[in-house]
């Protein structure tokens, strides 16, 4: 299962982006659907998850702010980001865990959209 993230770029603090994840493959169910996020010199961290059935899950510092969520129909994932701050700078990563059509699971990752917010 393949992942192609995009809608990353330079935004101004106070601006918006909408990030894409868009999953390829031979996928019978895709489970849980996540964004994570990777600045300079830290640690991957957790943004945003959403589940099969809906309930999401996000990060404490993008609570508020930003907004996950999907098309099944289309194996698709977005992140909806509102309010973008110079902290929310990184590389966003999507992240799929789900069974493929012969039923084997798989967890798979994008290769990662660039975020800059600066004015």
């Known amino acids: 299962v393949q992942l192609q993230a995009s809608g990353g770029g330079l935004v101004q603090p106070g601006g918006s982006l909408r990030l894409s994840c868009a999953a390829s493959?031979?996928?019978?169910?895709?489970?849980?659907l996540g964004w994570y996020r990777q600045a300079p010199g830290k640690e991957r961290e957790l943004v945003a998850t959403i589940a099969r059935g809906g309930s999401t899950n996000y990060g404490d510092s993008v609570k508020g702010r930003f907004t996950i969520s999907r098309d099944s129909a289309k194996n698709t994932g977005y992140l909806q980001m509102n309010s973008l701050k110079p902290e929310d700078t990184a590389v966003y990563y999507c992240?799929?865990?789900?069974?493929?059509?012969?039923?084997?699971?798989?967890?798979?990752w994008g290769q990662g959209t660039e975020v800059t917010v600066s004015s």
């Open positions: 992240n799929a865990r789900g069974l493929r059509r012969d039923f084997r699971s798989f967890d798979s």
């Open positions: 493959g031979s996928i019978f169910a895709i489970n849980v």
